[in-house]
């Protein structure tokens, strides 16, 4: 008898727990990845920019008025599979619509970060708060270094003009996220970012 409810209970915990398990779920291009209490969530960002400029965007993200376009369009406009979590974009310093030209080529589906002379840096303002950042670039050079940094996390200096991913799990997750090329030794500002992932939780 005893051993009878010995193996009931175990059962009884066994399926409880699985029931408090993770299970992940793809939806309208969210990952969530369902716990007990809350659900992780992914905007896996892209872009097709209205008009590919020589001109930067304004610090508020719209367009320089220069590129002449009716009505005026700003990032966010410009942004797939916002799923809504960015609400704003600003600060934006040396941020210019795409490539002409250049680098690792011209490019009408990503943003161009720095200058010859200037590092590139952006906000994010998110309506839930971000633990982990996934970026999608390539480097101007394809010998001199370039290296981004999300918030207080700074990534590895790289040089490759082919796209790839590199993964910032933040040390402080916040709804306000901060990308910003840096000028790593005798290194370039410049390098150009074709898609953001942006993981996170919020309750259910």
């Known amino acids: 008898m005893k051993k009878r409810l010995v193996s009931y209970i175990l059962i009884t915990v066994l399926a409880f727990g699985g029931m408090l398990g993770i299970t992940a779920v793809r939806n309208n291009g969210f990952i969530n990845n369902v716990h007990a209490d809350k659900t992780e969530g992914l905007s896996s960002i892209a872009f097709t920019i209205a008009k590919v400029g020589t001109?930067?965007?304004?610090?508020?993200?719209?367009?320089?008025?220069?590129d002449n376009l009716s009505p005026n369009k700003s990032i966010l406009d410009e942004m797939n599979n916002n799923n809504g979590l960015v609400t704003s974009i600003s600060n934006l310093q040396t941020v210019y619509p795409g490539n002409s030209s250049g680098g690792p080529g011209?490019?009408?589906?990503a943003l161009k970060f720095g200058g010859s002379s200037a590092v590139g840096t952006l906000t994010l303002s998110t309506q839930h708060v971000i633990h982990k950042v996934v970026i999608r670039f390539a480097t101007w050079s394809a010998t001199k270094n370039s290296q981004l940094k999300v918030n207080d996390v700074a990534g590895v200096a790289v040089a490759r003009q082919a796209y790839d991913d590199e993964t910032f799990t933040l040390s402080t997750p916040s709804d306000s996220i901060t990308i910003a090329s840096l000028y790593?030794?005798?290194?370039?500002?410049?390098?150009?970012?074709?898609?953001?992932?942006?993981?996170?939780?919020?309750?259910?």
Do not use: V
């Open 184 to 204: 790593p030794s005798s290194g370039d500002r410049r390098l150009l970012i074709s898609r953001i992932d942006l993981y996170h939780y919020c309750s259910i």
């Open 55 to 66: 001109y930067a965007y304004q610090a508020d993200g719209m367009h320089d008025t220069r």
């Open 106 to 109: 011209a490019a009408s589906d």
